[in-house]
């Protein structure tokens, strides 16, 4: 429809191709492919605490935990289990729809400081699960030789390029997901359930249910993470679930803005980078880090794209706010009626 | 019956350590509202700058841990001024961020001063009690006692001196505290110095026991977050009581089932409390 | 048939008795008001109505259904809207996304509509759209539908809360203090407001302090006094009620003064 005109679809659409031209530019470096491609897996990740944190305004610190069932689930059921990568991710799919949503059935009774200190609580006991569990994960050892996702004969996943674009592929779809809830009625829902719990609930919006779905979908976003993420880096170990994981979305997500469509996707590349750019000092990036997350909350809590998209918001507010008052002095006493609402509808279109 | 005794004994100084982590974390969450993930770096680093005191300074042991209180603070007064204060009026998850924030920056700091590996700090309290039959060393005596008297100077603290005071008047009601002239900024500062001194002191007389590292704080942070929803979030003797309930289960979990379940008790614990009271089980009815 | 039936309702927190043994019938296309002194316990009549809180004696009966121990969620579905006492709004958008909030009760489309764009879900964003602009225009705030919730005045703000609560189809619409905040003079347009909801088939349950304005528009009036019934009847037989007079106008007066 009128998507095109959108400067955040614009802006968005400008980023995914950038992404998509990586391989062009960097096609034969095999690390830095790599290390793209892992991003973007935690991108898919961060997708899915968009739509707990930013959009439903609760904080969960299981999402690590989440990544490493779907890292897990792959990983263990391709090696030991020789199971095939699809049939292995479908698995960490199911596997991560039913923790989110069982955890759910009890983070959707509490709120605030308590569904976060509840999601810690089960994203260690996940880890915990994984790092001493060792007659099933291996504990520390990890897991060796993840099979590649077949490719039917057609496609061979092994190369770094074709896998680039499979999570690339993937991606797309989670941000196209993104975007169609963002603008609907169950998008609108979550932000109702973050502005305000009882004034969601006295409008008539089942709180506990929306928080419920919305912690399972992004369960399972985190599943999705991790699965490639086993897939594209071949080893896992324990740090694949581990709470710096979390952390490490969190930075993420904080950095491209909370609640926007393009946010996760701009913060993961360029907390990416960062962290590659600090590689040598490992451990102590996040002395540099630690600060950074600190100041931006303080004082750039929107993110990067929060702040694009405000700036371009309140530019386009300022114009229909103008023109509703001028149509509304121009036909001050019309009475109204249903082709008149869709009259200024399409007014506020064309603008 | 003679293990029981011992890991009783264990269970009490175990509940000792929590007990001082818990109550300033929970001192936190009633003052400024504010769930204070950065609490077990805090401890983390309380061990360390003991460490420091003690070790490579040569203080003796008790003054080390006095020195290494004051100043975790002074730490704790600069991290309130400059981290949660500036987010006084943000949503909720912005506070829990920055302390995650300061929680990788405490951490990265304590792993670029000393390291990544473990390092053992020698007590100069050695020897042990027989008790019932049950041998107890006397670090662990220790450990209950100071405990117990820092509990009670505790108490009289707030119950008796103004400081204290204003910090329980902010707790039960914040608007009213204002309105009689108690300068919140103030007591937020004071109540997040003191939760780092209490959480000092008890890392101080753990570490002989543990081993030290940059990430020693990490599963005490949950596990104290238990003992406080546990009790009730805000709650001073939910909080004690919760430490010492927690403390005991896990060491009889240990010693009789397994270590891993002793491990993970404290969450399993905190899971069904919050499946059966979504706010906690001491906590206070919260009219809408 | 009456639309809202309220027997015996009671709701004590920690001993004390907020509410105690209320009656109260609100009759379909009638504006019922429920007043009395601070603290009489008007709120915890309308949290209890509405589902916030779950009454420790008594019933609520809706359209002949039992929605005593309903949440508010599935109340407001029932068909019961409810504006509160000091405004409640999305601050940070504009005043059409709050209303179209209201919408989501009635909305049918799931996610799965919405990523794959169906003809459902495009039919109901119309109707919603519609729906939420009609709402806006009939409370008279059409023109600020673009401006941010936070930066309207006040009275814009309260009739933009009767028009979420509005869009959410109502049958019955519970105002908590709906005039408090706005300037005597825009009362009586605000007045006006209320009177003509029920034209629009939306029976009216206001709780309100400005007596004058009760008295113009209430139908039938409920006297709380300490979470109990004190008298009921029509504006002019609480009027001319001497305990009524005793326990309430006159302590009023002073405050309207």
């Not at chain 1, 509304?328 to 609402?341: E, G, Q, V, W």
């Not at chain 2, 309105?179 to 002989?208: C, D, R």
């Not at chain 3, 006492?85 to 049918?108: C, Y």
């Amino acid at each position: 429809m009128n998507g095109l005109k959108n400067p955040r679809v614009i802006g968005t659409l400008v980023v995914l191709l950038l992404l998509a031209l990586t391989p062009v530019v960097f096609g034969n470096e095999n690390y830095i492919m790599r290390v793209v491609t892992v991003g973007l897996c935690s991108a898919i990740a961060v997708y899915g605490m968009n739509i707990i944190l930013g959009f439903t305004g609760q904080l969960s610190l299981a999402q690590g935990g989440f990544f490493g069932i779907g890292a897990y689930a792959v990983g263990l059921l391709t090696t030991d289990y020789d199971w095939s990568f699809w049939s292995a991710f479908a698995a960490a799919v199911v596997g991560t729809a039913v923790i989110g949503y069982l955890s759910g059935l009890i983070a959707l009774r509490t709120k605030d400081e308590y569904f976060a200190i509840f999601t810690m609580a089960i994203g260690f006991i996940i880890y915990l699960t994984i790092s001493r569990w060792e007659s099933v994960t291996h504990a520390h050892s990890g897991v060796n030789n993840v099979k590649f996702p077949e490719g039917g004969g057609i496609l061979d996943f092994s190369t770094p390029t074709a896998m680039f674009y499979l999570v690339f592929v993937v991606l797309l779809v989670t941000v196209y997901i993104t975007f169609a809830i963002r603008r609907s009625s169950v998008g609108r829902t979550l932000l109702t359930i973050r502005t305000s719990e009882d004034l969601a609930d006295a409008i008539g919006v089942s709180v506990g249910m929306s928080k419920q779905l919305a912690f399972a979908a992004s369960a399972v976003l985190g599943g999705v993470g991790g699965a490639f993420y086993a897939t594209v880096v071949g080893f896992i170990g324990p740090d694949a679930a581990s709470v710096d994981k979390t952390f490490e979305f969190l930075m993420f997500i904080l950095v491209g803005g909370m609640g926007t469509v393009a946010g996760p996707l701009v913060g993961s590349m360029i907390v990416t980078y960062l962290f590659e750019f600090f590689q040598d000092f490992q451990a102590y990036r996040f002395i540099v880090l630690g600060p950074i997350i600190i100041a931006l909350v303080i004082f750039a809590p929107r993110g990067i794209v929060g702040y694009l998209g405000g700036f371009v918001d309140k530019r386009n507010r300022k114009k229909r706010v103008e023109a509703a008052r001028s149509e509304a002095n121009s036909k001050s006493s019309a009475p109204h009626d249903t082709t008149d609402a869709s009259a200024s509808t399409h007014a506020e279109r064309t603008k | 019956m003679t293990l029981f005794i011992q890991q009783l004994f264990n269970g009490f100084a175990l509940g000792g350590v929590y007990c001082l982590a818990a109550i300033g974390l929970t001192l936190v969450f009633g003052v400024l509202r504010i769930p204070n993930l950065a609490h077990g770096s805090l401890y983390m680093l309380g061990a360390y700058v003991t460490y420091f005191f003690l070790t490579t300074v040569g203080v003796p042991y008790v003054a080390a841990i006095g020195i290494a209180a004051l100043v975790l603070f002074c730490l704790g007064i600069l991290l309130e001024r400059l981290v949660f204060r500036p987010l006084q009026n943000s949503p909720h998850t912005h506070h829990m961020i920055a302390a995650i924030g300061a929680m990788f920056f405490f951490q990265a700091v304590a792993q670029a001063i000393w390291g990544a590996d473990f390092r053992r700090m020698e007590t100069p309290i050695s020897g042990s009690l027989h008790i019932l039959g049950a041998e107890i060393s006397a670090q662990r005596i220790v450990i209950i006692v100071t405990a117990v008297v820092v509990l009670a100077l505790l108490t009289w603290f707030i119950k008796r001196s103004i400081h204290g005071q204003t910090i329980e008047a902010t707790e039960q009601d914040r608007t009213g505290a204002a309105l009689v002239g108690i300068n919140p900024s103030m007591v937020a500062m004071l109540t997040l110095g003191l939760s780092a001194l209490l959480v000092t002191i008890a890392a101080g007389l753990v570490a002989p026991i543990n081993l030290l590292s940059p990430t020693m704080g990490d599963s005490l942070n949950l596990k104290v977050f238990a003992i406080i929803i546990l009790g009730g979030l805000g709650s001073l003797p939910g909080a004690i009581v919760g430490s010492f309930v927690l403390a005991i289960a896990e060491t009889m979990t240990s010693t009789y089932i397994s270590s891993a379940v002793g491990e993970v008790i404290a969450f399993v614990v905190l899971v069904a409390v919050l499946a059966i009271k979504p706010t906690g089980l001491f906590s206070k009815a919260v009219q809408r | 048939m009456m639309l809202l039936e309220i027997h015996g309702l009671g709701k004590r927190f920690g001993g004390l008795d907020a509410v105690k043994d209320v009656d109260l019938d609100v009759e379909a296309g009638q504006i019922t008001a429920v007043i009395g002194p601070n603290g009489a316990g008007k709120s915890t009549l309308f949290n209890l109505v509405h589902g916030f809180y779950r009454p420790t004696s008594g019933t609520v009966t809706f359209n002949g259904r039992n929605i005593t121990q309903s949440s508010p969620h599935s109340t407001v579905a029932d068909g019961i809207a409810r504006t509160f006492q000091t405004t409640h709004l999305f601050d940070d958008t504009t005043l059409l996304e709050n209303v179209l909030a209201g919408r989501i009760v009635r909305s049918k489309s799931n996610v799965f509509d919405a990523i794959f764009h169906t003809p459902r879900h495009r039919r109901e964003t119309k109707i919603n759209h519609d729906t939420a602009l009609e709402a806006l225009e009939f409370c008279g705030v059409s023109e600020y539908r673009n401006d941010l919730a936070s930066n309207v005045p006040q009275e814009v703000q309260k009739r933009t809360a009767v028009a979420m609560a509005l869009a959410t189809e109502p049958e019955l619409i519970l105002l908590d203090e709906p005039a408090g905040g706005i300037p005597e003079e825009e009362t009586t347009d605000f007045g006006n407001l209320i009177r003509s909801l029920p034209k629009r088939g939306v029976s009216v349950l206001l709780v309100e302090h400005k007596m004058s304005m009760i008295m113009d528009l209430a139908d039938k009036i409920l006297v709380l006094d300490h979470g109990q019934k004190l008298a009921i009847g029509t504006p002019e037989e609480i009027q001319s009620n001497p305990d009524v007079i005793r326990a309430y106008l006159g302590s009023a007066k002073d405050e309207e003064n």
